[in-house]
């Protein structure tokens, strides 16, 4: 059979084969429902999808031996523009830029906000509304045990660490939320978003920082330290403070109404993701 032939033979058979669209509609409808189906597990196989999304969505040049030549390494669940860390200890979760912290009234947020180290708050009947918001702080202290949290059957994992998630509910707000409790940081965290759907997106950008330290906050230390024979706040976070890998250095100036050694102010301020080892300036009444 000559080449005219065998190029006449193909194009008839080519005629005579039906070709469907892509299914793009039912592979949408598909990758929604996945994204809906929601589960109480956390793993690291999210940063493993999404490190393989980009490897496999660039383009592989090869040689002519067919063997691809190195690619350059992929930053593993970096955190996307126009968004910050927050955490505690090595756990942290990106928020947007432009969320303030603690954008509280009588405890309740008045507007999206990350919600960081929150002292003695006034009470009043405020409604919340439908205002999105990121809370961070230490886990629950176990009254029976002085100095330790109540202890959390982790039920997954994230980045490989253990860690508990379980959804709550607001009796005077339309939000979804959910909180996720890191036994080995000692940190709680709990969101609520205006759908499930951008919960799990606020969720996706929880992670673990090895390199980093979240700075503690000093406003609800005395049950954590109750029978350690630490009498003082001050004493108490710098305690925190070096519990964590960091380094405190105490500086004191009058503050009026404050008694002698009360914390009135720490710089960074907690929440803020620092290099471990990092100096921590605590500014005390003196």
Same mark, same amino acid.
């Given at each position: 059979?000559?080449?005219?032939?065998?190029?006449?033979?193909?194009?008839?058979?080519?005629?005579?084969?039906?070709?469907?669209?892509?299914?793009?509609?039912?592979?949408?409808?598909?990758?929604?429902?996945?994204?809906?189906?929601?589960? =109480?597990?956390?793993?690291?196989?999210?940063? #493993?999808?999404?490190?393989?999304?980009?490897?496999?969505?660039?383009?592989?040049?090869?040689?002519?031996?067919?063997?691809?030549?190195?690619?350059?390494?992929?930053?593993?669940?970096?955190?996307?523009?126009?968004?910050?860390?927050?955490?505690?200890?090595?756990?942290?979760?990106?928020?947007?830029?432009?969320?303030?912290?603690?954008?509280?009234?009588?405890?309740?947020?008045? =507007?999206?906000?990350?919600?960081?180290?929150?002292?003695? *708050? #006034?009470?009043?009947?405020?409604?919340?509304?439908?205002?999105?918001?990121?809370?961070?702080?230490?886990?629950?202290?176990?009254?029976?045990?002085?100095?330790?949290?109540?202890?959390?059957?982790?039920?997954? %994992?994230?980045?490989?660490?253990? =860690?508990?998630?379980?959804?709550?509910?607001?009796?005077?707000?339309?939000?979804?939320?959910?909180?996720?409790?890191?036994?080995?940081?000692?940190?709680?965290?709990?969101?609520? =978003?205006?759908?499930?759907?951008?919960?799990?997106?606020?969720?996706?950008?929880?992670?673990?920082?090895?390199? *980093?330290?979240?700075?503690?906050?000093?406003?609800?230390?005395?049950?954590?330290?109750?029978? *350690?024979?630490?009498?003082?706040?001050?004493?108490?976070?710098?305690?925190?403070?070096? #519990?964590?890998?960091?380094?405190?250095?105490?500086?004191?100036?009058?503050?009026?109404?404050?008694?002698?050694?009360?914390?009135?102010?720490?710089?960074?301020?907690?929440?803020?993701?620092?290099?471990?080892?990092?100096?921590? %300036?605590?500014?005390?009444?003196?």
């Amino acid at each position: 059979m000559n080449e005219a032939k065998l190029t006449e033979l193909l194009e008839q058979v080519g005629d005579r084969t039906a070709v469907s669209p892509p299914p793009i509609d039912a592979m949408r409808s598909g990758a929604t429902r996945r994204r809906r189906r929601r589960t =109480a597990i956390w793993s690291a196989a999210g940063t #493993a999808v999404a490190v393989a999304a980009v490897i496999g969505g660039s383009t592989v040049l090869t040689n002519n031996e067919t063997t691809p030549f190195p690619q350059p390494p992929v930053a593993a669940n970096p955190v996307p523009e126009g968004m910050r860390l927050v955490g505690l200890g090595h756990a942290a979760i990106a928020v947007p830029q432009d969320w303030p912290t603690n954008k509280l009234k009588c405890g309740t947020p008045t =507007a999206a906000t990350v919600i960081v180290d929150v002292g003695p *708050q #006034a009470l009043c009947a405020l409604p919340r509304g439908n205002v999105e918001s990121i809370e961070i702080a230490r886990m629950p202290v176990n009254p029976e045990k002085p100095g330790s949290t109540i202890e959390v059957k982790p039920n997954g %994992t994230i980045d490989g660490v253990p =860690a508990y998630r379980e959804s709550v509910a607001l009796t005077d707000a339309p939000l979804c939320g959910e909180s996720v409790k890191i036994p080995s940081q000692k940190l709680w965290i709990t969101a609520y =978003a205006k759908d499930c759907e951008a919960l799990d997106q606020m969720l996706d950008q929880f992670r673990i920082v090895d390199d *980093q330290t979240g700075i503690p906050g000093f406003q609800n230390l005395e049950l954590e330290f109750l029978g *350690q024979g630490l009498e003082t706040p001050q004493a108490m976070y710098e305690a925190s403070l070096k #519990a964590y890998g960091l380094v405190p250095t105490v500086v004191s100036k009058p503050a009026a109404g404050a008694p002698k050694g009360a914390v009135i102010e720490v710089s960074p301020v907690p929440g803020t993701m620092v290099p471990n080892g990092s100096t921590v %300036t605590v500014t005390v009444a003196g």
